[in-house]
């Protein structure tokens, strides 16, 4: 019987599963709400019969799942296969969610960080094809990292690192969700951009543009004040990964999440503040690139996992 691995990615929003072979290609797949408000639980339990149903389906084609892989948000403990806790699942307080799953469906299971499963899943199949050191940044509502070092998901010693999206800025600068003042994710994200816009139009804000893409329209048509937000945001992420590129020397940096549609606005910007503040070698080395699978990369990485798990049971 051929042997496959099942995908997940446990979103705040969705919840997204699929059945991938062991060269990557996404067999079938199958997304639906995660209802996170349910509890706990019945999440677990909406995961489960999600998973079992595309066993089931595995099994019709002649197919045996030998792992499944789940990226979750939050703090994982990964070695035990732990959601510590998690902004998206307030309830969620120490689940022992591969315990959970591998009593229900009897096979092994492995639990990666989200955003460390999109690094994981843009390696395998997207844009870091190929690359052993690369850094993915997810620029969406809020801003994401996944580090990824000679192969390997950098975990840190609490299974925290790679949040790139709180590093420092501006030392007084925008507070932050974290606790912390002047996180690159409040100037490099949708909603940074968008507070960068109103804060540029000040009294003048009545009736502009309120989501990102709308500003990246306005650029796009040479709105002035919304081109120089672009450039600012650019800027701002470029120090950040000037910083980033200086101290892990990667082949490549992706950048994924919803503000990679805005792209021709900032990257010139940041390229030039990466030449401008890094390391002239590491700087011309590094790629930095789009990210190629979009809504897919955490589960295509969480099946990745998956699949590293059968090979080595
Ligand atoms: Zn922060």
Request: glycine residues 14%; aromatic residues 4%; hydrophobic residues 40%.
């Amino acid at each position: 019987m051929g042997r496959v691995v099942i995908g997940v990615d446990l979103g705040g929003t969705n919840l997204r599963t699929a059945i991938l072979s062991p060269e990557g290609e996404l067999l079938e797949r199958h997304k639906e709400a995660t209802h996170a408000a349910d509890g706990w639980a019945r999440v677990v339990e909406r995961l489960t019969e999600n998973i079992k149903r595309l066993r089931d389906a595995a099994m019709g084609r002649g197919l045996e799942v030998a792992a499944v892989g789940v990226g979750a948000p939050g703090v994982i403990r990964g070695d035990k296969g732990i959601v510590v806790k998690s902004p998206n699942f307030p309830d969620w307080n120490n689940v022992p969610l591969k315990d959970q799953l591998e009593e229900a469906l009897g096979v092994p299971v492995v639990i990666e960080n989200d955003a460390n499963a999109a690094a994981l899943g843009e390696q395998w199949r997207g844009a870091g094809k190929g690359i052993s050191s690369m850094i993915l940044l997810t620029l969406g509502t809020g801003v994401g990292g996944g580090i990824i070092l000679d192969n390997k998901i950098w975990h840190g010693a609490d299974g925290m690192a790679g949040e790139i999206g709180h590093m420092t800025l501006v030392p007084d600068g925008r507070p932050c969700t974290c606790g912390n003042v002047g996180c690159l994710e409040m100037y490099a994200s949708a909603r940074g951009i968008v507070q960068s816009y109103h804060e540029a139009l000040g009294n003048r804000a009545s009736g502009s543009p309120i989501t990102s893409e709308q500003i990246y329209d306005a650029a796009r048509s040479g709105d002035k004040t919304a081109v120089h937000v672009m450039e600012e945001m650019g800027r701002m992420l470029g120090i950040g990964i000037a910083s980033l590129i200086n101290i892990f020397n990667p082949e490549r940096i992706v950048i994924g999440g919803g503000v990679k549609e805005g792209w021709p606005l900032f990257i010139e910007a940041t390229r030039k503040e990466i030449m401008k503040r890094a390391f002239e070698v590491p700087a011309k080395r590094t790629d930095i690139v789009p990210s190629q699978l979009g809504d897919d990369a955490g589960m295509v990485g969480a099946a990745a996992k998956a699949l590293e798990q059968a090979r080595t049971a």
